[in-house]
Every structure is written in structure tokens, then in C-alpha cells.
């Protein structure tokens, strides 16, 4: 897989590069006169590096006198959080990436009109860099499946789906594509029907919802879950009561992908520890709850063999009628679409958008972005804003604390809650154990 | 070529994600409660990143309260001034590589103690990021030849040499090898001599000085040349009086490269504007100087063709006796080392040690790097420290501002004068003029 | 008033110099190595300054390598909001402000455990530089009447009430003794009652409300009062229903203060701008309340003649047995005592402390400083934390998004809502119509 | 003396008051659309504080987004180095202080005009809030003679005398004027004559000069003086060799003050651990160097009486016939009126302004600022620039390393190497001594 990682490794550079190049003219226009008029104060537009790095989250550059630039705060994001990424799995072609890196807005004027990469003449010095990224990385899993991999943007800050590139090369190539749209079906599912299809205007047959005893659980139990501890080992036991508690979750999201017109088939993804009396309470729960049918996945033990009741169904369930239609049409305003979203998918009872949200809201209207699509920023733990409500919360209040405009990706983003897009290292990194032997093979990965 | 780049990108990409998850650990240690003991103002390594940023020269990160890390001040380097850049050019083989990368110095503790790459368990990490650039890449010049491009550390704040690794393997697969030792001989020559030979083991037969007409004149004329700027037509009018004034340079050169003991062949490069009197005269000057030949290159013109009788005198060269021997022994002490290199090559009167630099001399030798040998940081555009003294200067005073330890590349770095390690974009950027056109092609590159 | 000028801004600048010099002792503990193992995040006091200046809020000190300390974001606040300054106003003598000063909270260690100015030895030289301005100063009114002027802390931040020292002079001096409390009667008047009454073990005879047509009109019609604004001209045409929609306002201010068990007199300070008809509703609606007597004080225009009838209010409210207690026990929680003034006083239904205040709600306990009064941080504009929110809000959720600890003073601060600790100068500031004339008198101050 | 100490110390809170207005109303003006055009990275206007504050020396202000203002690099220095201090000292009246209070450079535009105080309409708030400082303090010495204490600038950075308006008000009133320019008389008397005699139009009669057997041994012995560390003991010791050496010093300032055409007479300050043989040797030497007369003043241990001797003596010397001329005339370039100064009287070979220094010669002349006098900032340890340098150096190059403009206090300020701006604390503050005592008496402070 070594080869893989260094292909999306070359993507991620691409992407870093290309981000980083428009923020370095950026400051160069700042630093040579500011032709454009740019508001110092109003520039969103960050840098990102490929390492996790909590002291790049706020800094202050263009110090030390007059030949570094203007004193500026900033920051650097992830890589996989920047627009260009989300620009890269969207793209039609490369003509349509360039269209869309010209588009991006790094800041506003003194007069709150918005500055682009089209204005410091550098979308096509971005969109060059970016020239061998436009093609998927065609690789085979273990048993020789052809699979393409293709961008990687993040699915709490942006859309989380693989590329329309690569769907279409795929649709091509196969009888039947499947493509993932990360993180919950609450943010990756709703942001692939709303922005990916309407962009891509291909429409999918069939929705495979991936659950696991062992996810429901943790809706349902009382385990404590937090990244980087060990897992609770009572969670491997067998606990009917969390299931059914938990089911509620798995419930909701049959429930929410019905409302896009498409079937839902269910892959209960099968651990070793696993109760046979679990799933099949799962089961019956997700065809109540309306899936068209629910069927145990075992190819991580089994391979493609444990996926044939699963592939089985899923082809059963593109043969069904569908009716897909989106959540919201784009004629709504800003706030509206995001309550349509908050209230519909999420069951918040409102949003409250404070006073920079508010703002902005009227703001992107004024500019003309108030007809593009939504995409939500928010953590993929819950159904709210807040990782530690998990279930089925209701009528809570979503905060959405400030706006975004990724004019190039073409969406509006809305942040709700306290979102990181700048990871920090542990305590103890994972990278502390990785090394090479004395054949220079490389150990400590996995 | 666009292949090239992209593999030389690779490389740098990789430099630069190992050399920025090293400062990611760092930060990140500062942050979880010092363990090293390191004084966090006593860290010397730096960022990098692969754009011409002045912006990033010196900057505060982790501001923005406790879970960001602690506030210092710091900047990025561009990618080919990092150490590991270095490192890589230096490196045996893949376990050497993971050794150097081990004893690169991140800053001091409090008792002035060394910190290094190895105390955060990061070296393996890095190695492994490192691990395909191990590989030098096989390109092709347009008539076919094969040629080896690996690493590409800068000559004016490291050692500016390709690798060993490739020189090794081009001396298994060819019968001559010429391996380039970049910038101004002063700098890229010394160096090669005094840190990449002593590595490598291997001993140079011969020198290829490569002199054009235009620069010569630029040391003996008045032209003024500035980056960014187009170049003073006078240049390419014949100028005897400036090629005559400014041939004591190349003369310079020359005696130097001698020093070392290997036979010195002068390459006049020719440029179509170059008369044949300015030629003939550099000729004569160049071997009343003592090289052993002095003949015209016209491959720009006229390919490896044009390239015939210097390569004739090149064999010719390779079999004259030599005498190699480096410039300083490694016993000297550092200050006696710097002296050697200012005095001998420079031709500097003196070397005042600022303040700093001269605290840090003994520091340094109280650590154990007294033995190391010495990579100059200097420009490339004057034998002295100052890049508008053209020509010859003698007797001048060389101040040592500071100096640095790159214990993993294995040499101690005294920087002379205002070295910039950032470069900032001009104000016309040439990435302005690169687009697609509309067949997605790149334009504008040339 | 010059000379009154003078004195006071004396007093500012002995704080601000006793304030600053903890502050500079402080960053100079960090750098020398800091023995007392402060966590540099975790300092509060800033410094202060007696200059409206927005650029100082938020700084980052300490730049510029070793010599000048390490780098932190702090910043400044204005002189008045010092906690000096709350302890000047709170001192019995001397002896008790030395010992208060000694108290004074900067942050913390890596356990947590609070560092003071004791630690420091500096609370002696603070002490020696606020001696002299623990004289309170005697002025007299246009009529000669004697009057003490001693410390101004604020309202919002701070406690906001006259000293304690000036208060016992006068009590021996006088037959009667009027102190003030600042700003609102929810802000001052309570902070008075349970904070200084508490420390001073004095226990006022009756409370003087003092109320203008004016300010009921703001809380009860539509008028817009913006800082640096001219008023809106309407304000001062007579309108009833404006004043019948405020006195709500005033009469939930008689009711809290009754609570208090101490007779209320209600002033109706007269501007020549208002109908009697407008004063007589007012005074109606006092009595209704249950204030003892509301008359009307015209002193502005009058003098001290203006004032009789208000006077001899006063003072047989004084003759009317009273019978004076705290709202709250200092056994509560500090939780508790924060939510009983939200509640009874503020009416909120409500208050919602955030992630950090809540931590420092625990914190502050286990240092022991749970048994300290409570000073809120709160706008003056409101009841509720909403400057914008007039009238008599009623059931509303108060954020209490921070609490600070003022060890010094003996109280706890919870900010509730956005309350900025340094004003900015406006786009006009005042000052730029002050000068002095051609006899080089002041001109353009008033 | 407290009340003497208050007194000063109310001047200089207004200095610090008066400076730091100016201060805030500069970044409120960058903050609200910069109407003056103020290239942001050329403001030299700092803030000043009354505090030793290393963490202060440079720092980044207006951070935390758009209501804080503009980010930019700055710092405090202390408060008698401010330019407001020099203009107290330097002013005829209230009303010459206001015009040279408006004339006050702090940045420049930009395309490099000044922007001065008037420009933002502040400077009559600064004179002001300066008012009450225009009138000297008039205190006794301990046997009740008059002495008149008013301003205190700086001597290293600033001019370092007595005002002009003291000096004038003691000539109404007494027969014989004496009054101080600070640190040597390199610095101080060079000043006094250049700057202040200039702008007063007064000449003195006398000069005299205050050695000490101590200081004569400092630089011409070997002992080691470092600020915040004991004497070595064996300067107490009877030393010829070490006066015999370091008297040189003491003859170059008897030379250069005669070049001034005025009488000088020498004052041995005597200490009780002074030998008679190295008295009468200093004297000898100082007549044979010109003094008048050299005396013994013993003030110290006799008072008045002790320096009747020394009075007779100047006396005797105000009645010398004198022939007062300035070392320069003002007509001379900015760049020979600094040489003049460093070659004269500092005995510099050259003196070599480094590049933003010449760059600023030129611009001031070009600006208008030409024709000021010359206000030196150097240490005032020795005659050279480096405050190691004991004796009597000569032939030394001096660096200029930039420069400053004084436009209101009506000087150009040449910075000769390092001169810090702002003290630090030092790991032991004087201050952790102060305290007071149980009758609340200060203690600690000598």
C-alpha cells in the first residue's frame, strides 16, 4: 500500500502547494503597495501543511520590519480541510478546476467586495500545479478489485466525498459504482446528494448504509469513547439494552436518506465479537425503520466472499423504482436552506446564528452567493453540534457561530459549534514508534 | 521535463514533511510539559515550505491560549536550505541517512545540552517519510544521455553538491562521472572538496571551471545586475577593457581550485553575442593562470556536438597526475578552520566573530562539533561577504554573525554578512504568466 | 476642579505604577528562570495604562530574543479597572491594604496553585508607591461644602463604590454622610450592600435612588442612545407613555433595593426639558413601589437650595428604623451566590455558566476562596447582559462565560457577556478640541 | 525627600500620559481608515511606562481582530527617554512647548512625508495634560539652600540636562547659577553647549568639572564594574599606577571642555577612603592639563562647608574673561556635524554609518531636518560607542547604526551602537527590599 500513500501523498502536496502559493501572493500583493485594496483584517485565507501541528493554528506573520510583508494573524490549516481540495473532487475537468481556483476568495476589499485568485493572476500557476492531480489513482484491492482514489476533503469542514472525476471514469468502466461519502450519513450523505449530485447531475440508485453493533452501542450505552484511549472492553460483551438503546441512531438515518427518494439497504458490518442476538435485533430495527433490505457484511474476515448478500442486495435495491430529489432547491436564502438541513436531518429545534453569522448571512446574499448550496461544518460525532450528545438529541438549539464562503468549491459553509481544522499531535504520536529495521524495510506503521 | 519536476517535487515534498514533523514533535513536546527541558528560546530549527514566502520569515506561532501551544518566535526556511535536505545529498545509504537524521539539533536545554531529532523518537518517522527519496531519479538530456538529478541543497547556507549516492552509482555504470558543485567555485568547489569528498571517500581527477564572457564582464565592468531586473544591454556589446578587468576573477578561481591539487580545465561557455577577441583574450588569461586547458563550450547551440572538444580536454585532464589534498585538516579548531577558508579562498584580511558567533565557537566545541568541518553561508555573488564587491577584493574584514550546528549533515555553519534562507516573491511574479491554454496545456513556464 | 483633577489622576497613576510594577516583576520571574514555576499561560494580571487605547488590549510581549523576557499574549487594561484600585477602595489602613496587595492573584503554577504578589516580595514597593494616596482628598462644592473624593474603581468590573477610609472620615466629621455607589442600582447599589458593607461592618440608614425623566423614557419608549452620539432630539419633548412603558424599570430598582431592609428615597433629578406632568407619574409610580418619600431635587439649576426638600427626605428616612441584610450568606456555593443576584436582583430564569467558568467554579472552591462575595461583570445598560435589552427583562439565560478571582479585594468576578476591560478612543476623540489659548488657559474641555 | 520624589514623579506620569495620548491616537487613526496615509511599518513613535519592563521592549500590538486595531511591532521604552521629556527641558513657555509638542515626528506617510502630533489635532491635549509640569519644583538641600528640580531626560538617548525655564528663573534670583548636564561631559556638557546654550541663547561663565579618585581608577586600572554587582573592594586601596593611567580620561575632558572657550575648573570629590597621594596627583595632573583650578570638595561628609574651597574657586573662574564659541555651526551637513562631534571630541577616526543610517542623513536634509543640532545617543562609559572601552580611545571607528529624528524637541539623534531604551529588572529588583513597618513607616529604600 506503500505506493498508494505516496500517490495521495503527491495529491496532498499538490494541493498544499498550490493553497500555499496563493497565500504567499497574497501577502506579496500586501507587502508591494496592496493594489487590490485588500482589508488586511478580512483575509480567510489561511496556509495548510500535512502535519498535525497545534502551534501553526494561530500565528502572526510578517514580522521583522518592512522587507517581511505586514504584520498579520493567521493561521495554517490540514491540508485535507483546504478549498482546493474540495475544488479538486468536484472539478468536471481541468478546465472546470481552473475556473473554479479563479473563483476562490482569499479576502475582501475596503469596501467588503470580495478578492479572488483571478485577481492576483496566479489560478492558472495554481491550477498547473494541480495539472496531475485532475487523474484518479487507479489501484486493486487484495483480491484484484479495481478501485479509484481520488481526493480527500475533509467531511466536517468540507463536503467528504470522493471525486465526480472518478465517479465518471468508474461509471465507464463498470456495471455498478460505488463511491463513499464520508464521516455520518447526517454530513457525508446529505452533502453528496445536495452538492455532489446537483454539481455532477448523476443521481444514485441505491444508498448503503454501514452500521456496526458496535457504533449503535455506543449511541445507546454508556461507554466513554475518546480518540486516542482504549476502547472500553465491555463494549466487546454482549449488551442488548445499548443496542436497542443505540438503534434509535441507525433509525434516524434510514429515516433521513428515505426522504431523498432513493432505497436503503443496511450492511450490518460484522466484529468477531459480535452477538448473533445483537444483530439480528439491528436487523429487525433498520427494516422497520424502512430499508429495503438488511444484510450482514463479513469481508473483513471473509473478503469479497462475506460482501456477496450485501452486493446481492444492493443490486436488488438499484433495480427498485427511485424518486430522488434533494433536500432543499437552491432558490431558498442562506438561512433558510441551513434550517431546512438543521431542522430536517439534524431535528434541532432551531438555529441561532450569532451576530458574525448573522452578518454574513446578509452579506453573501449581497454578494451573490446566496444561491449556492450549504455545506455544513460540524462535528461527525453527533447529530448536533456537540460531540458529547450521542442518540437521537431533539429540539436543541444549533449554534452556528460564523460563515464561510468557498466560492470555488461553489458551497457556503456554515460553522457550527467549535470546529478544529488544524489537528494537534498526542502526547504521544504515533510516528514515535515508526522506524525502519535493518533491511530498511519500514516497521511501526500498523 | 515536466516529469523531472515532478520527481525533484517529490523530493522536496518529502524533505519538507519530515523537517516539519520534526518541528511538529517539538512544539508539541513544548506544549505537553517540556520533558526535554528544552528553552524554548533556544530552539534553532526552524519550518520549511516550497514557495517563496516573506511573509513566513518570522512569525509567532502558538498563540491563542493553552491547547495551541506555547508563543515563540520562529519562521520558515525554503525546502532547500533544510538540513535534511542536506542530509540527503550526504547520505550513504538508507541507515546512514536514519543516523544523521538522528543527531540533527533542535535546540538546547536549559543547561545548554543538545536536544535532538533522536530525544523525540521522530528520526524513524522521518526516515521512513524520507524513504523513496533514497533513489536518485534517471533523466535523459535531449541527445539521450543518461543523467542522475538527486537533492539539491542550496550552495550559499549548505553545501550545494548533488549526492553521493548518485555520483556512487553513476561511477558503477559509466566511465566518467561529472557531478556538479553548484554556485560560484569559492562556494559549491570548496565544499565539495572539503565536506563532500571527506564523506564520500571519493577523490575528483579533474576540474571543469565553466566561465562565460558575460560574467567576466560583470566583474570588470560597471554593469549593475539585479535580480528581477532585465540585464544592461551594453552587455552584449564586445567590452575588451571589462573582460580584460574582470578575468582577474576567473584567475582567481583558478588559483584556488589549484590549491586543491587537481588539474583545472576552464569551459568558456559561449553565448552568441560573445565576440571571438573577448573569447581568445579569456583563453590566454585563463591558462597564463594555470589551467591546463581552456576551451569553448557551444552545447547550447549545437548539443553534445559543441561539447566535443571540452570533453576531450576533460579526458586529457583525468589522466594528468594529481595531488588531491583538502584545504584545512579537520584537527584545526573551528575558528582556525573559518580562518583557513576566509584567508586562503576568500582572500579576507581579517574574520571578526560578532558577539554571538564567537560565544557559540567555544559552545560548539564544548559539545564535540569542534571536529566537524566548516559549510560557509555566504553569497555566491562576491568572494566576500557583500554581494556589490565585484571582482577581486583583498584584505577585507569577513564578520561571522552567528553560526550554526547541522550535526546531522555533519558540519558547522558560520554565516557571513545577511544570508536569506526565504526568498520573497517580486512584485511581478512569474506565475502570473502561467495558465492552460484550451487544450489544458501548461503555458507561460518558459 | 483642576486641582481635584490633579489629585485624582495621582492616585491613577500610584496604581497603575503599583500595577505595572507586579507586572514587570512577574515577566522578569519568567525570564530569570522562573523559580516559582508559573505556568506562562495561565497569568491574568495585565497591565494597565490611563489611556482609552484599543491597540493595547491584546498584545504579544516578549519578543525579540533571550534578553527581553519570553513571549506571551497578554495586554492592557485601563487603570480603573485595576484590582489595586479595588483595593485601595477597600483598605481599612495601611496595614490591610499592604496585606491585601500581598493577596493579589497573577496565575498560576503547574499544579494549579495560585501565585501572588507575596511570592514576589513586591507587595511592600506596591504598598510604598499607593502610600500617599491612601489619603482620601477633600474638595469642596461650588457652596463650600465639604466633600471627600478617595479611589474610583469600576462599576462593571470592579465593585464601583467611594472608599471605605473616606467613609469613616466622614462619619467622623458630619452628621451625615452620603457615599455613592456607582452606576446602576443593580451593579453599584448590590455590590455596595454585600461586598463594602460586608468588609466595613457599616450598615446604611436609608439609600438615596436617584432617577431621571430622561433615563425612564430610555427604557420605556424608542429612543436609540449610542456612546459619542447626539441624543435623539424627541427625548426631550414630553412623552407620557414613554415614561408610563420605564418606570417599570425604576420600580423593579425599589423593589430590589427593599430587599435590602433599608428605607429608599427617590430622587427625581429635574431637567429643565421635563413636564411636570411627566414628573408627577414618576413620583406616583415611585410611591406605588413602595419608596418612603419621592421628591424632586433641582439642584443643578438651584444649588444646594434645590436639594432641601431632598434633604429632609433623607433624613427622616434615616430616623425610620430599618432593618439591613445581606442578599446572600457567604456560606453559599459560588455558584450559588452568583445565581441568587442573577435571579433576585437581575431576574434572570437562568444562568448558564460556560466550559471555562464552570472549571473555575471548582477550581476557585478547592483554593479556598469559595466564602468570597461575589462582584459580577456586568453592563450597566441592562439588567440582563444585553446593553441592548432595556426595560425589565424578565426569565432570560445570563452567560456567565469566565470567572476571575480578585484575592486581593476579597471578591470573585464572574464576566457575564462581552465586557471590555479597555475602551477605544472614537473615531473623534475629544481630545482633539482641547488646547490652550493665547494666556495659555485650558480650553476645550467641557 | 518623598515629597520631592512625588513631585518628579508627577511630571513624569505626565510625560508618560502625555506620550502615550499621542500613542493611542495614532493607532486609533490607523484603525479608522488611516485618513493620514501612515505606512504602518514606519511609525517610530513607541509608548513609554515608568516601570524597568524588559517583557515591553518589543512587542506586537492590536491583536485579536478589527476592533483591537492594526497588528503591528512595537514597545515601550521608559519614560525619561521620551521625546515629551526633552521638550519640557528644552521649552521657553507653555506656549513654545505646544509648537514644539505639534512638531513631534511618528511616522511618515507613505511616500516618506513626516506625519507629525498637530497632524492629529492631539497636541494641545498633550500640553494640557503638561501644564502643571512648565513650573520647576522648588526644593531646599538639607542646610536650606534653594535648588530648583525640573525635568529629567535622558543624557544617553536624549540631551540629559536641567530646564531651560529653571535655569532662567534661578538667574532672577540669585547671583550664581549652577546647573547639571548629566553623565560625562562628552555627553552632558557637549549637549549642554550645542543644544541647550543654542536654544536658550544663555553662555555660561564657568564650567566645572566633578571627578573622583574612583572613577579615574576605573579607567585606568583593571578593575571590573558591572551595574547590580559590589564594588571591587581593592578600588578603596591606595592606587598611583591606576590614577596615574586613567588621569588621561580625566585631561581629555578638561581639553575638550576648553575648546568651548570657557574656564574649567576641577572638582576632586573626595571619598573617605581616598589616599592624599593620589588627591594631590589627579590635582597636578589637571592644572598641568588647564584646569583653572582643581579642588577638593568634601559636601559629602561636611556639607556647605566642605565645598567652600570649590565655590571660591568657580567664582574666581566666572570672573576669567571667557570666549564662548559652539564646536559646530548648524549650517554644516547632519553627517559633518556628527563627525565633528565623534572626531573632536570622542577623538573617532571615522566615523561609518551604516546603510539605514545614511539612508536617513539624506532624507532628513531633504525633509527639512538639516539645520538641528546633533543630540548623540552613545553610552556614557566611554568615549567610544562600546562601554568596555576605558581610557582614552582613539582613532576608533564609530558606527552610526541609525538614526532618529527629535523635530519637536528640535534635535537629529545619531544611535552609536547599542543603546537600550528600556532598563530590565534584574533577578534581584531593589524593590523586594521596600516594605513598610508596623507604624506604616517605608522602609527598605536605601
Not at 472546470?96 to 493572476?121: C, I, N, Q, W
Not at 466484529?271 to 438488511?294: C, H, K, S, V, W
Not at 470546529?419 to 500498523?446: A, K, N, Y
Amino acid at each position: 500500500m506503500e505506493e498508494f500513500n505516496l500517490h495521495l501523498t503527491g495529491d496532498m502536496h499538490a494541493v498544499a502547494a498550490a493553497h500555499n502559493l496563493l497565500a504567499a501572493f497574497l501577502d506579496s500583493s500586501l507587502h508591494f503597495g496592496n493594489p487590490h485594496g485588500i482589508d488586511p483584517l478580512s483575509v480567510t485565507w489561511r496556509r495548510v501543511v500535512d502535519t498535525n501541528d497545534r502551534a501553526l493554528r494561530q500565528i502572526v506573520v510578517g514580522l521583522g520590519g518592512k522587507r517581511n510583508g505586514i504584520p498579520r494573524e493567521t493561521g495554517f490549516d490540514i491540508v485535507a480541510s483546504s478549498e482546493v481540495m474540495a475544488i479538486l473532487a468536484l472539478a468536471g475537468d481541468i478546465h472546470d478546476m481552473r475556473r473554479r481556483l479563479g473563483k476562490v476568495v482569499v479576502g475582501y476589499d475596503s469596501e467588503g467586495r470580495p478578492v479572488t485568485a483571478e485577481d492576483f493572476h496566479v489560478a492558472g500557476a495554481m491550477t498547473v500545479i494541480m495539472r496531475k492531480t485532475i487523474d484518479p489513482n487507479l489501484m486493486q484491492t487484495l483480491e484484484g478489485g479495481p478501485c479509484l482514489i481520488h481526493a480527500g476533503p475533509f467531511a466536517n469542514i468540507a463536503h467528504g466525498n470522493s471525486s465526480i472525476i472518478a465517479d465518471r471514469i468508474a461509471l465507464r468502466l463498470c456495471d455498478y459504482v460505488v463511491t463513499e461519502a464520508g464521516f455520518g450519513a447526517d454530513m457525508g450523505a446529505e452533502k453528496f446528494f445536495d452538492i455532489k449530485c446537483r454539481i455532477s447531475g448523476l443521481v444514485p440508485d441505491a444508498v448503503l448504509l454501514v452500521v456496526t453493533v458496535r457504533s449503535v452501542k455506543l449511541h445507546g450505552g454508556e461507554y466513554d469513547v475518546r480518540v486516542g484511549r482504549p476502547l472500553d472492553p465491555r463494549i466487546r460483551e454482549i449488551d442488548l439494552a445499548a443496542v436497542q438503546a443505540g438503534a434509535a441512531n441507525m433509525e434516524r438515518h434510514i429515516e433521513n436518506l428515505r426522504r431523498f427518494g432513493v432505497p436503503v439497504v443496511v450492511a450490518l458490518n460484522r466484529f468477531p465479537t459480535d452477538g448473533e442476538e445483537e444483530i439480528a435485533l439491528l436487523r429487525e430495527r433498520a427494516l422497520a425503520a424502512g430499508a429495503q433490505r438488511a444484510v450482514v457484511s463479513d469481508v473483513h474476515r471473509k473478503g469479497g466472499a462475506g460482501g456477496l448478500a450485501m452486493a446481492h442486495a444492493v443490486v436488488e435495491a438499484t433495480e427498485t423504482p427511485a424518486d430522488f430529489q434533494f433536500l432543499y432547491p437552491l432558490e431558498l436564502s442562506l438561512a433558510e436552506k441551513i434550517e431546512r438541513i438543521a431542522k430536517v436531518i439534524y431535528r434541532a429545534g432551531e438555529v441561532v446564528f450569532e451576530k458574525k453569522a448573522k452578518r454574513k448571512l446578509e452579506w453573501f446574499e449581497d454578494l451573490g452567493y446566496g444561491g449556492l448550496p450549504i455545506c455544513m461544518a460540524k462535528t461527525q460525532r453527533s447529530f448536533s453540534h456537540d460531540p458529547k450528545i450521542r442518540g437521537c438529541p431533539e429540539g436543541f438549539s444549533l449554534p452556528v457561530r460564523d460563515m464561510g464562503i468557498s466560492a470555488g468549491a461553489g458551497f457556503v459553509v456554515p460553522y457550527c459549534g467549535d470546529i478544529l481544522t488544524m489537528p494537534g499531535l498526542p502526547s504521544e504520536p504515533g510516528g514515535t514508534r515508526v522506524d525502519i529495521d535493518e533491511h530498511g524495510h519500514t516497521v511501526g506503521l500498523f
